[in-house]
């Protein structure tokens, strides 16, 4: 088990009673249908349906939710969401000083919370995946989200942060990188969205239709016409893709991948992690090249060695 410092991500608090009516008018994610207490993927688009922000979206109440997202992200995501937050009762605030986050990896991460946080002490309040476990810490609210079975987040008040830290390094937790955290996305197949390619992909290209982060259903949210339309058409002509390259300089979010040395670009970088002597990634690329069997590279000449993914990319959301 390792714990990780997450001071690279940031969230935005939304609270008020017209929380829940405000967010599923915007957002790609349905929040009505998710119960209360539990955590989903979503994303935030501009008209044309290019994403904004994507983020982990924690409902503690239909009153008070917390987007999770790279902290570069957090000030643009929060200025596009108050443009239509002023007719709703809501508030929308930056929590990323006051609050810090943390993260449990490895094997059976969610038992484990359960046990180093005490969260078994109440009936029915085991952590397990996509639920939000609210704990006690020095008699400071924190919350507990299980993102999935092996990976939970911790957000605890920014002054319990270290003593917090200690608790759980004593009990035998040990320290770990927020790179390894982001390798955990990768394997997973789990996008982040940052600054750098913000109103770059539309959510298909990212494969959120297919992480339950897009709701066919639930009406109209700022940009649900482009998106749906591309769904009913097809019409997406890139799509995410899991793979490797050799060591070497980590390539940036949104850096251009091209089809051969001085070829045309054919997709982009959604985030990349050292894996030992390889860099693990996540790009979104061309669906027809990769069919062609074409090789792929970043511009410094490193050819993309392509790797399954975990989930059926090729999957009808709509079936």
């Known amino acids: 088990m390792r714990l990780i410092d997450l001071s690279p991500l940031g969230a935005i608090a939304i609270s008020g009673p017209d929380s829940q009516k405000f967010l599923q008018g915007q957002l790609t994610c349905d929040l009505v249908n998710l119960p209360d ?3 989903t993927l979503g994303s935030h688009c501009n008209p044309k349906g290019r994403m904004i922000s994507a983020f982990f979206a924690l409902k503690l109440s239909q009153s008070e939710f917390v987007l999770l997202m790279p902290r570069d992200l ?9 443009k239509y937050a002023v ?62 079975e092996r990976n939970v987040v911790l957000q605890v008040p920014a002054e319990q942060a270290a ?27 789990v996008p982040l969205v940052y600054q750098s390619t913000s109103e770059v992909f539309i959510p298909q290209m990212l494969n959120l239709h297919l992480l339950d982060a897009v709701s066919f259903k639930k009406g109209c949210y700022t940009g649900q016409e482009v998106v749906a339309r591309m769904q009913y058409l097809g019409a ?11 060591s070497g300089e980590l390539p940036a979010p949104g850096e251009e991948i ?24 996540l790009a979104v690329l061309t669906k027809s090249k990769v069919a062609d069997g074409e090789s792929l ?23």
């Not at 997406?236 to 050799?246: C, G, N, S, V």
């Open 37 to 39: 207490g539990q955590l």
């Open 74 to 82: 957090v000030t643009t995501a929060l200025a596009a969401l108050k």
């Open 87 to 148: 007719f709703f009762k809501t508030e929308l605030s930056d929590i990323s000083e006051e609050q810090r986050w943390l993260a449990l990896c490895g094997r059976d991460a969610c038992q484990a919370a359960n046990t180093l946080l005490a969260l078994s002490n109440t009936p029915d309040a085991d952590l397990i995946p996509h639920q939000l476990r609210p704990f006690d810490h020095n008699g400071h609210p924190a919350l507990a989200a299980g993102l999935s």
């Open 163 to 189: 003593d917090i830290w200690q608790k759980l390094a004593s009990n035998g937790v040990e320290p770990g990188s927020y790179q390894q955290w982001l390798l955990q996305l990768i394997d997973s197949g």
């Open 236 to 246: 997406t002509k890139r799509r995410m893709y899991r793979a490797q390259i050799d």
């Open 258 to 281: 091209f089809t051969a040395a001085g070829g045309s670009s054919t997709g982009n970088i959604v985030q990349a992690s050292p894996q030992g002597e390889d860099t693990a990634l």
């Open 297 to 319: 590279q970043l511009k410094d000449g490193r050819v993309l060695e392509l790797l399954e993914l975990p989930y059926d990319a090729d999957a009808d959301p709509l079936a």
